[in-house]
């Protein structure tokens, strides 16, 4: 290994998955950032409702239907992909604590929620996306970073300044001699922060009018920005969901860009629209 002291002082290190045991009682980092992203998200898409004219109370009952159909849809997702795994110890399907969660998965949940509740509400569907969209990105960012904590999501060996320790218990078999791998749990948090970044500048500058932007439009952007990244951090990764010799999340980001280019062009080529924002008024009153 290289001895350079300023090359070592890069390299990340987890301190391992629990912050601090009571008794039977584990405190784990995952649990705690999952939390603490949902919190703040809840929080942030309150504040863009608000400056959408939309009830922030309704994104408060939003979030509740989110949770609802994200988390377990993220595990079920992941287990779905990795029942070999799970086929002779079904009881530990239910450790989410311990991760194995499948962002993909918590998208299709949430989104399945979502269209429910827009629809129970009797409220058009893409306003609310574009309110969560930006809070859905900045929690997958933090989010991310349960994996540092668990050893997880990691990429290829690697020595780059960057490089990530794996404790020898957590590297694929036939890569037990490296210690140092890529940090794609960090790659993809940074992307996650840039999708962020320009979501909100987008978010503001079309309450500005420049440019105008129609509903669904971030949320959109979301889809194929963040779809973008993970394509390219996905080939880098040694722990994907696989279908044969495919990587599956290659497969629906790359879905997540054309779906989110397709849709942009049929919103300003084409020239449509889609329902506007409910007014506030109306919001409070479902």
């Known amino acids: 290994m290289n001895p350079n002291p300023l090359f070592l002082a890069v390299q990340f290190t987890s301190p391992g998955p ?3 045991e009571i008794g039977p009682l584990s405190i784990r980092w995952y649990g705690v950032l999952i939390a603490s992203a949902v919190l703040i998200g809840v929080s942030l898409s309150q504040y ?5 004219q939309i009830d922030p109370e309704l994104i408060g009952d939003l979030a509740i239907w ?6 377990p849809c993220a595990r079920l997702y992941y287990v779905a992909f990795e029942w070999k ?18 962002i993909h998965g918590a998208i299709l949940g949430g989104l399945i929620a979502a269209l429910l509740f827009a629809k129970v509400k009797q409220i058009p569907f893409w306003p609310l996306a574009d309110v969560v969209a930006p809070s859905l990105i900045l929690g997958q960012a933090i989010g991310r970073w349960g994996n540092f904590f668990n050893s997880e999501a990691f ?23 490296y210690d140092y791998f890529h940090p794609t749990f960090l790659y993809e948090s940074l992307w996650n922060l840039m999708v962020f970044i320009l979501l909100i500048t987008l978010f503001f500058r079309g309450l500005k009018g420049k440019p105008p932007l129609k509903p669904g439009t971030i949320f959109l952007v979301y889809l194929g920005a963040y779809s973008s990244g993970r394509i390219w951090i996905e080939g880098l990764r040694m722990d994907s969901l696989m279908l044969g010799p495919l990587r599956i999340a290659q497969l629906v980001s790359l879905s997540g860009i054309v779906l989110g280019l397709f849709g942009l062009i049929w919103l300003y080529g084409l020239k449509r629209t889609l329902p506007d924002v409910v007014p506030k008024s109306q919001a409070s009153n479902s």
């Open 18 to 20: 629990i912050i601090f």
């Open 48 to 52: 863009l409702a608000s400056r959408r």
């Open 66 to 71: 989110l949770v609802i159909g994200a988390i």
């Open 85 to 102: 795994s799970y086929v002779n110890d079904p009881g530990s399907i239910i450790a989410i604590w311990k991760g194995g969660i499948a």
């Open 155 to 177: 990429g290829r060996p690697t020595d780059a300044p960057w490089k990530l320790y794996i404790p020898p218990e957590r590297r694929p078999f036939g890569y037990e001699s």
